[in-house]
């Protein structure tokens, strides 16, 4: 059998982060994790451009705009979105899944999927 797998090392990559400012005290967590991890698998925060968008339904085309850019190997999208009284969560939660994934697949660039989607 062959077997397919990516090595964890982040060592000469160049990334961007794209964060939503909405729910901060959580994303600010996120943001910091990921900036860990990529310090612990060799990368340099010299090399992450981060992006900061209003909320995570504006994180897809900021993803989109810089997975095809051609200056990154890959995006990292982080944000959060908190269930409340309206249906509104879920529209958010479905677009902005969607639009990550377009964002990828149309670039051919992974974008990761840093989105939670909480009660």
């Given at each position: 059998m062959k077997v397919l797998e990516g090595m964890l090392k982040a060592d000469g990559l160049k990334l961007a982060i794209v964060?939503?400012?909405?729910?901060?005290?959580?994303?600010?967590?996120l943001l910091g994790g990921a900036e860990d991890a990529i310090r612990r698998t060799g990368g340099s925060l010299d090399d992450v451009t981060l992006t900061w968008v209003p909320g995570?339904?504006?994180?897809?085309?900021?993803?989109?705009?810089?997975?095809e850019s051609g200056k990154y190997d890959a995006v990292i999208a982080l944000g959060a979105v908190i269930r409340g009284a309206t249906p509104h969560f879920e529209y958010v939660c479905a677009e902005a899944a969607k639009g990550v994934a377009q964002a990828s697949m149309g670039s051919g660039v992974p974008v990761a999927f840093g989105i939670l989607t909480t009660e």
């Open positions: 964060v939503s400012r909405f729910n901060e005290f959580i994303t600010n967590k995570a339904f504006e994180i897809p085309l900021a993803a989109k705009k810089l997975a």
